[in-house]
């Protein structure tokens, strides 16, 4: 079974940085492929970033290109998200996915994954 534990949420500032981390145990991490999803209050969750077992490609949601950049170690079982230039509207919890690798090009649907972490919180203040 695996297991992941996000850490790095936090409130910050308009404008300011974070990054999270999602810590995977109990698998091969080095064949998964990883995402970050988020969810607002009253909303669906949704779709930001995913990566590749291989640590490429990589995919973005439209509303966080340029700005949010998706990384992994494989040998720390490791998955990021450096998040810069935050907006209000990025107010969520943000959760860590995994699924093992394969040829198909939906990563961004959350059915596609098969295991989850709990989430941490992320604040922006306007």
């Known amino acids: 079974q695996v297991q992941l534990v996000e850490s790095g949420g936090g409130l910050v500032q308009a404008g300011g940085s974070l990054r999270l981390s999602c810590a995977a145990s109990?698998?091969?991490?080095?064949?998964?492929?990883m995402g970050w999803f988020r969810q607002a209050p009253g909303k669906e969750r949704e779709f930001v970033a995913a990566i590749r077992w291989s640590g490429s490609p990589t995919y973005y949601a439209d509303s966080v290109k340029g700005r949010f950049t998706i990384s992994r170690e494989n040998a720390k079982t490791t998955l990021y998200l450096q998040m810069n230039s935050l907006k209000p509207e990025d107010t969520a919890v943000y959760y860590c996915?995994?699924?093992?690798?394969?040829?198909?090009?939906?990563?961004?649907?959350?059915?596609?994954?098969?295991?989850w972490g709990q989430g941490t919180q992320v604040t922006v203040s306007s």
């Open positions: 996915a995994a699924s093992p690798d394969s040829a198909t090009l939906i990563v961004n649907t959350p059915t596609r994954y098969l295991y």
């Open positions: 109990g698998g091969t991490f080095s064949t998964y492929r």
